[in-house]
């Protein structure tokens, strides 16, 4: 009797992983390809986390591009499925008149990410920028767009009343300033922390909080693989949701910790910290649905840098239709 039980036991056992094995094999894999990694988007990592995407069918395989122009070409070459970006990429390629040209289908964060970090913990007030230079990030980004739009916003003329030095590399620019280059530099979380905590910066104001909602953030994806996977847009879209609902509903404790296995080696308590700011600035998306006016406000930034030759149709370069059905 004894073996029969033992028996029984180890069948159940072996079915139970077999059920488990056949589990993960129905799983579709979908590449992503984010412009960095970046507490900023904190609600997509909490969706991966907690296996938002998973119980969707969905395993993600997830490359950082190092910069929206390096995710667009992934995205085009067929590299990457989806591309986690400003949305200021699929203007661009629009504008180049180019066949299968991807389109955004979820927005993730709805306001500039990164702080303007100083070397002196200053009274600052943003005359303090005129005469000095500021690291600003690639020149045609959205995060140097965003700071320009902002000084411009608050009388200081980048490139006249201040230098805007968008020579260096984005993930560099952080070591350029610690190492002693420029007077001032905008950089994302937990990479702004770290600098305050080595000593080595103050942080002293929110760009996002100053220039108002662009639709900062988005995910995008080639049209031809929208239509042939509109399965997989779906899947995403309603997990995408799901994380955002999960960040808005939950303290930044809570976000810190379901989000630390991403961030291996950043304190927990910086992690805290960091997703309080984005709290605070109102920084996420409630929903993944993007706005028309979100997208002028875009592209206003954009033609008042230089970098638009002329406006888009928010429908030639957004489908909001799984947006809008998950967010109902």
């Known amino acids: 009797m004894k073996r029969i039980i033992m028996g029984m036991t180890a069948l159940v056992l072996l079915l139970s992983t077999l059920a488990g094995c056949g589990k993960k094999e129905d799983l579709t894999t979908v590449s992503v390809n984010e412009v960095t990694h970046s507490v900023f988007y904190a609600p997509f990592y909490a969706a991966l986390e907690l296996g938002f995407f998973e119980e969707e069918g969905l395993q993600l395989e997830l490359t950082n591009g190092g910069g929206a122009d390096k995710v667009m070409t992934a995205v085009l070459a067929g590299q990457s499925d989806i591309g986690l970006a400003g949305p200021e990429a699929c ?113 002293l104001a929110s760009i996002g909080q100053e220039s108002g909602e662009i639709p900062y953030t988005a995910f995008f994806a080639n049209e031809s693989y929208m239509e042939e996977h509109p399965e997989i847009i779906e899947s995403m879209t309603r997990a995408i949701a799901r994380g955002q609902e999960w960040v808005l509903t939950h303290t930044a404790a809570e976000i810190a910790e379901a989000i630390e296995p991403q961030f291996p080696d950043t304190d927990l308590d910086v992690l805290e910290t960091v997703c309080q700011r984005h709290l605070d600035i109102d920084a996420w998306n409630a929903t993944p649905v993007m706005e028309p006016e979100s997208l002028d406000r875009l592209m206003d930034v954009m033609e008042q840098a230089g970098e638009l030759s002329e406006r888009v149709a928010f429908e030639d370069v957004v489908d909001n239709s799984w947006a809008e059905s998950v967010a109902e």
């Open 91 to 203: 203007i661009y390629v629009h504008l180049e008149g180019r066949e299968d040209a991807p389109k955004i289908f979820a927005q993730l964060t709805k306001r500039d990410g990164s702080f303007l970090v100083g070397r002196t913990d200053e009274e600052f007030s943003w005359e303090n920028l005129k005469g000095t230079t500021i690291l600003g990030g690639r020149k045609g980004g959205v995060p140097e767009m965003t700071l320009e739009y902002v000084m411009r916003q608050n009388g200081v003329i980048p490139h006249e009343d201040a230098v805007v030095d968008t020579s260096i590399q984005f993930n560099m620019m952080a070591g350029a300033f610690t190492g002693g280059t420029g007077d001032y530099v905008a950089l994302f979380e937990p990479t702004a922390t770290q600098v305050v905590q080595e000593g080595k910066g103050y942080i």
